[in-house]
């Protein structure tokens, strides 16, 4: 049984940062296309970044590119930069299709974590 666990979240002021961690277990990590969401109250969940199995490639939802960066090595991270106050959100990771390329597709995701809170204070 393939199991997510994120890490990492927390409160930060405006401006500041934090990283995410998603580690993986029963699964072939390195075999996934692995991507993070977000879900605000009252809100739908989002995509916000995906890399590709291979870790060749990724992609960035318009609202954090340049901010975040998505990265594998064994554990998969999120790098968050200049957080700003609508970036609070409960966080998800989420584990693709084997040999999966990046996507923000939500339903091309078979596993995901229970998340992990962010908050972020103006």
């Known amino acids: 049984q393939v199991k997510l666990v994120e890490s990492g979240g927390g409160l930060v002021q405006a401006g500041g940062s934090l990283r995410l961690s998603c580690v993986v277990s029963g699964g072939r990590f390195s075999s996934y296309a692995m991507g993070w969401f977000r879900q605000a109250p009252r809100k739908e969940r989002e995509f916000v970044a995906a890399?590709?199995?291979?870790?060749e490639y990724t992609y960035y939802a318009d609202s954090v590119k340049g901010r975040f960066t998505i990265s594998r090595v064994n554990t998969l991270y999120l790098q968050m930069n200049s957080l700003k106050p609508e970036d609070t959100a409960v966080y998800y990771c989420?584990?693709?299709?084997?040999?999966?390329?990046?996507?923000?597709?939500?339903?091309?995701?078979?596993?995901w974590g229970r998340g992990t809170q962010v908050t972020v204070s103006s």
């Open positions: 890399v590709s199995w291979s870790g």
């Open positions: 989420a584990a693709g299709g084997q040999y999966g390329l990046a996507t923000e597709i939500r339903e091309r995701y078979s596993y």
